[in-house]
């Protein structure tokens, strides 16, 4: 899948002017020095983003990984996450299957399921504890040769490639790693244990930009919030950046303590990762139905202030994607476009690209400019 370009037609309400990082008194020059001499010691800057239905379909992280590959190396594909496995949508540039049934599976927003402790927000688990897993990256420059596997603590899975035993390093209770046989695009890998499987990483041997993608249909921050140390899992993928796309769901529900949840959420992976920034984005304004027709949801312009205002008194970064994105009446114009879809809430693929493209963007212009 090549990156997308875009056309003419695309909303003539984007502020470029808007697009930039505001980081409220942080100091990101470290960040910004990382990135740019991760090259000298052939180590990796990670970046986890995470978000609702509008990342699970992985285009707004796939865009920022393009983007920013190109310019500092290609660390590898990075996280990807059993949700064909569990019954749900996944992004279209990896596949994953199963040679046995699924005993267990579980979603982040699943009503009387299984609690989700993994920080992916799903879970599967196999039946008879044994399976065959087929991983196969679909972009021509996702090969790897080290897989992460992210399982419930204190569970151990015994992983097999062609017959032979590949040797586990523990990382953490949460995570092990192992090292294949030879870089590759497909994996056929021999699964063993009982325990519960929430993902792997896909890394190859180059320095270069890691994008972790965790997004979840339905997802708020009470959600990630919900998920037992979600902060000290996250220090498995060691994240120099974590950016945080949620609101959207709120502003459709209650947002009266979404300051507070906010930053349940940001000193959770703050405790656990001291060194790495924190960005918050905003949600671009959508529609709801009223009266046989439709109307925009002002809860959006509601939730798009407390998470700005809560940017500027903690001195958290913040990209407002509702203001770059138009502000005030640019869902129609989205929409007009042809960059949103008809339920007005989610875009279309060349809006999730273009929404990438600008948060790219918005993060090289900082980069560079340090």
């Not at 992460?148 to 209770?173: C, E, I, T, Y």
Request: hydrophobic share 35%.
């Amino acid at each position: 899948m090549m990156c997308f370009h875009i056309s003419q037609a695309q909303p003539t309400c984007i502020n470029n002017s808007a697009n930039v990082i505001m980081l409220n008194g942080d100091d990101w020059s470290a960040l910004c020095d990382n990135i740019d001499n991760q090259y000298r010691s052939n180590s990796k800057f990670t970046i986890v983003h995470i978000g609702d239905s509008h990342l699970q379909p992985g285009i707004v992280s796939d865009e920022v990984r393009r983007l920013l590959q190109a310019h500092y190396g290609n660390g590898g594909r990075g996280l990807v996450c059993p949700l064909s496995l569990a019954g749900t949508n996944q992004p279209s540039d990896f596949s994953m299957r199963s040679s046995s049934s699924i005993s267990t599976a579980g979603k982040l927003i699943s009503q009387g399921k299984t609690p989700i402790k993994g920080m992916t927000g799903v879970h599967v688990k196999f039946n008879g504890g044994s399976t065959t897993l087929s991983i196969k990256t679909l972009h021509a420059n996702d090969q790897f040769y080290r897989i992460v596997l992210f399982h419930s603590p204190g569970d151990h899975f015994d992983v097999s490639q062609q017959g032979r035993q590949l040797k586990a390093v523990d990382l953490s209770s949460y995570a092990t790693s192992y090292v294949l046989s030879s870089l590759t695009d497909t994996a056929r890998l021999q699964l063993n244990g009982y325990g519960f499987f929430y993902g792997m990483r896909l890394l190859n041997s180059k320095h270069g930009v890691v994008v972790d993608c965790i997004g979840n249909n339905g997802a708020t921050y009470t959600s990630y919030n919900n998920i037992d140390n979600f902060g000290l899992q996250l220090k498995d993928l060691d994240p120099q950046l974590v950016i945080i796309s949620l609101g959207t769901n709120e502003a459709y529900g209650r947002y009266t303590n979404l300051s507070t949840n906010i930053d349940r959420l940001v000193t959770a992976i703050k405790a656990a990762n001291p060194n790495a920034k924190i960005l918050l984005t905003t949600p671009l304004e959508t529609q709801k139905k009223h009266n046989g027709g439709h109307t925009i949801q002002s809860g959006i312009a509601a939730v798009r202030d407390i998470i700005v205002n809560y940017g500027k008194t903690h001195n958290v970064a913040v990209w407002d994607f509702y203001t770059v994105g138009g502000g005030a009446g640019a869902s129609a114009k989205w929409l007009d476009a042809g960059y949103m879809q008809s339920d007005r809430l989610h875009l279309k693929e060349k809006g999730y690209h273009l929404q990438g493209e600008l948060l790219a963007k918005a993060l090289l212009k900082l980069f560079q400019a340090q």
